[in-house]
T-cell receptor
Framework: GAVVSQHPSWVICKSGTSVKIECRSL??????MFWYRQFPKQSLMLMAT?????????EQGVEKDKFLINHASLTLSTLTVTSAHPEDSSFYIC????????????FGPGTRLTVL | AQSVTQPDIHITVSEGASLELRCNYS??????LFWYVQSPGQGLQLLLK??????LVQGIKGFEAEFKRSQSSFNLRKPSVHWSDAAEYFC?????????????FGTGTRLQVTL
């Protein structure tokens, strides 16, 4: 139980284009989802917190207009990287909290984004 | 603000040997502490967590961790390492009452296991 998937697992795009990454909770309803960014050989940095049906809360320094987050249902959150640039290349990871287990985050496998 | 330090970037142990991964945290209140393992192509998997109570916490895959408030540490241990334990290990501290919201991660320790 408590499986989180991400799609795509990797994506390559041209600079200036937008890329959408999906995060799904497969066997539970996720009241809250988180988006992290992980640079090579570095830790995970929290980008934003999204609650179903409301606007995402972004961490300091994260551009909300560049990283659009939508959490339209209890099983799906999307991260759209708009007008991507090479410096946006990174590993993006989502996690989800089940409604009755607020103390534990379940993580997706991550999405490798490469912007050329 | 909370922070987590994992002093060891890379550790190599022989299969069957014991393991201890260090984690030190900084947090103003009682911390919620976690250890996660990340294998290539897989998501972070929760090994164990500490919220309160017994300071020695048992987790999955034979791992345990001990919370030491006086040392601000939450070190991960395993008495006998298996080759399949080779992975990246992250310690994390959570903020927020009763939730794992806003986890702050350490930089991770890469474990290599030699046969």
């Amino acid at each position: 139980g408590a499986v989180v998937s991400q799609h795509p697992s990797w994506v390559i795009c041209k600079s200036g284009t937008s890329v959408k990454i999906e995060c799904r909770s497969l066997d539970f309803q996720a009241t809250t989802m988180f988006w992290y960014r992980q640079f090579p050989k570095q830790s995970l940095m929290l980008m934003a917190t999204s609650n179903e049906g409301s606007k995402a809360t972004y961490e300091q320094g994260v551009e909300k207009d560049k990283f659009l987050i939508n959490h339209a249902s209890l099983t799906l959150s999307t991260l759209t990287v708009t007008s991507a640039h090479p410096e946006d290349s990174s590993f993006y990871i989502c996690s989800a909290i089940a409604g009755g287990q607020a103390d534990t985050q379940y993580f997706g496998p991550g999405t490798r984004l490469t912007v050329l | 603000a909370q922070s987590v330090t994992q002093p060891d970037i890379h550790i190599t142990v022989s299969e069957g040997a014991s393991l201890e991964l260090r984690c030190n945290y900084s947090y103003g209140a009682t911390p919620y502490l976690f250890w996660y393992v990340q294998s290539p192509g897989q998501g972070l998997q929760l090994l164990l967590k500490y919220f309160s109570g017994d300071t020695l916490v048992q987790g999955i895959k034979g791992f345990e961790a001990e919370f030491k408030r006086s040392q601000s540490s939450f070190n991960l241990r395993k008495p006998s390492v298996h080759w399949s334990d080779a992975a990246e290990y992250f310690c994390a501290v959570g903020a927020g009452t009763g939730t794992a919201s806003k986890l702050t991660f350490g930089t991770g320790t890469r474990l290599q296991v030699t046969l």
